[in-house]
C-alpha cells in the first residue's frame, strides 16, 4: 500500500475551539461568532463548543463548526465529562488551541488542553463578583491560568493583576469591537424601523431615550426612573430593550417603581431585538445609567456606530467606550441629578450640532473599536501559541505607526 509523497499530502488546517456556555445574545457569545468567521476567513478551522442558542445558525454562516455539550452546568461531574470529551474533541478536529470564555467551561478547557497537550487561553469579560472568600477566587482564578489571558477593557487588566496577580506578560487588551458593516445608518431601510416602531407602538410625537441590555439591577433602570422624576420635560419615553425575566424579582420591582411613580405610559418594554442596527435608528438618545462598574460597553459602541449620542455611568470599563464631550456623556453612578441634566443636553441638541456629534462618534469607533481590529488582534494571540498557525498575506498583514496597528495597502 502506497502512501505517496507526504509532500504532496493535503495540509490539515490548525483548530481553534472556542467554549463558553451558550450561544445565546450577549457580548461574549457574539464576539465567539465574529472570531470564529475571522478564523475561517484566515485559514484556520474554527470550532465552538457550547449548550447552544439562537446564535448557532449565524456561526454556521461563517463557516464554523459547533459542537453541543452541557457547557453551562456547573455540576463538578458534569464538569469533569466535559473535559474528557473536549480533549477528545481536541485531537479529532487537529485543535491546537482552546479559548475558554467562560468560568465553568475554563475549568473544563484547562483539563481538556492539558491532557491533549495544547495550549490554553482565556478571555476575561466581566469582573467576578465574591472574590473576597477564598473559595470563590479559587473557582474564578480559572480565567487566569491561561497561557495568555485577554482583558476586554484596561478596567478588567487592573482588576485580574490586583486581584489575581497575573503576570502581565500574559495579558492583551482587546477591546470588543463593533461591525461597522452592520451597524452602518446608511444602510438600515426604512422599513425595517417601521416594522419596530410599529411593534413597540412608539409613535412619532415624543423622543426616545433608549436603555439597551439584560434587564438586571446593575444596569441602572430604577436610576432611570429616579431621573425622570427630577425633569421638567415630558416630551420623551424610556424604551427598555433587552432580554427580561417576568417572573424575576428584580423585573417585579421595575414595574412597581414604573406604577408608583405614574411613569407607565412613558416607559415601554421592548423585549429581545434581533434587529439592534434599526432599534438605534429609533433613538434620539442611548443611556447605560450603570449603578456600579462594568467590564465594558458593547451597546455604546454600537450606539456611537449608529451615530447617536450615548450616556454611560463613570465606572468600570464604560468611559472606555465614549469620548466624553465629543460623542457622548459620563456622568457619575447612582446620580440621578447628574443623569438627568446629562439627558436634558441630549435631548436639547440641534440638529446640526447632532449631526456633528454623529460624525465624530462614528469616526471614533471605526478608529479605536471595530469589529476587524478586535479580530485581528485577537488573532494575532492564538498565533504567539500555535507556532504552525497560518500567517496573514504581505497584501494585509498588519503593520504599526506610531504604535496604532494599521492595515497594509497592497501593490
Not at 101 to 116: L, Y
Amino acid at each position: 500500500m502506497t502512501t505517496g509523497n507526504p509532500l504532496m499530502q493535503p495540509q490539515v488546517r490548525p483548530a481553534v475551539l472556542q467554549v463558553l456556555p451558550s450561544l445565546e445574545s450577549g457580548g461574549a457569545e457574539r464576539g465567539t461568532v465574529q472570531i470564529a468567521g475571522a478564523l475561517v476567513e484566515a485559514g484556520w478551522n474554527a470550532v465552538v463548543a457550547s449548550s447552544g442558542g439562537r446564535l448557532e445558525r449565524e456561526l454556521a454562516a461563517t463557516g464554523a463548526t459547533h459542537v453541543t455539550l452541557p457547557l453551562a452546568s456547573k455540576n463538578p461531574l458534569v464538569i469533569a465529562s466535559n473535559a474528557v470529551r473536549l480533549a477528545k474533541l481536541a485531537r479529532a478536529r487537529n485543535v491546537r488551541l482552546i479559548h475558554a470564555r467562560s468560568r465553568a467551561p475554563a475549568w473544563s478547557a484547562a483539563f481538556a488542553a492539558r491532557r491533549a497537550g495544547i495550549s490554553f487561553m482565556t478571555t476575561f469579560h466581566g469582573v467576578y463578583q465574591g472574590h473576597e472568600h477564598w473559595l470563590k477566587k479559587r473557582y474564578n482564578a480559572i480565567m487566569t491560568a491561561g497561557d495568555r489571558v485577554i482583558a476586554v477593557s484596561d478596567y478588567v487588566h487592573e482588576h485580574v493583576q490586583k486581584v489575581y496577580g497575573v503576570d502581565a506578560a500574559r495579558v492583551r487588551v482587546i477591546r470588543r469591537g463593533v461591525d461597522l458593516a452592520a451597524f452602518d445608518p446608511a444602510i438600515v431601510r426604512g422599513h425595517r424601523v417601521a416594522a419596530l416602531s410599529e411593534r413597540w407602538q412608539l409613535g412619532y410625537e415624543r423622543k426616545v431615550v433608549m436603555l439597551p441590555g439584560r434587564v438586571v439591577r446593575i444596569k441602572g433602570h430604577l436610576l432611570m426612573l429616579d431621573a425622570m422624576m427630577r425633569m421638567e420635560r415630558r416630551d420623551f419615553i424610556v424604551l427598555i430593550v433587552g432580554d427580561l425575566d417576568p417572573a424575576s424579582s428584580y423585573v417585579k420591582e421595575l414595574e412597581r417603581d414604573i406604577l408608583r411613580k405614574g411613569l407607565t405610559d412613558r416607559v415601554h418594554f421592548g423585549g429581545h431585538c434581533d434587529d439592534m442596527a434599526a432599534a438605534y435608528m429609533l433613538a434620539d438618545v442611548v443611556t447605560l445609567p450603570a449603578i456600579g462598574p462594568e467590564a465594558f460597553g458593547r451597546v455604546a459602541i454600537e450606539a456611537q456606530a449608529m451615530g447617536k449620542p450615548v450616556i454611560v455611568t463613570n465606572a468600570g470599563g464604560l468611559p472606555e467606550t465614549v469620548m466624553p464631550a465629543s460623542t457622548g456623556w459620563l456622568v457619575e453612578p447612582n446620580n440621578p441629578d447628574e443623569l438627568a441634566w446629562a439627558l436634558d443636553l441630549a435631548l436639547s441638541m440641534e440638529t446640526d450640532v447632532r449631526e456633528r456629534l454623529a460624525t465624530r462618534a462614528r469616526q471614533f469607533v471605526a478608529d479605536e473599536l471595530s469589529i476587524d481590529q478586535m479580530c485581528r488582534r485577537t488573532l494575532d494571540v492564538y498565533r504567539e501559541l500555535v507556532k504552525d498557525a497560518p500567517r496573514p498575506s504581505a497584501a494585509t498583514a498588519p503593520v504599526t505607526v506610531d504604535g496604532i496597528l494599521q492595515e497594509r495597502e497592497a501593490g
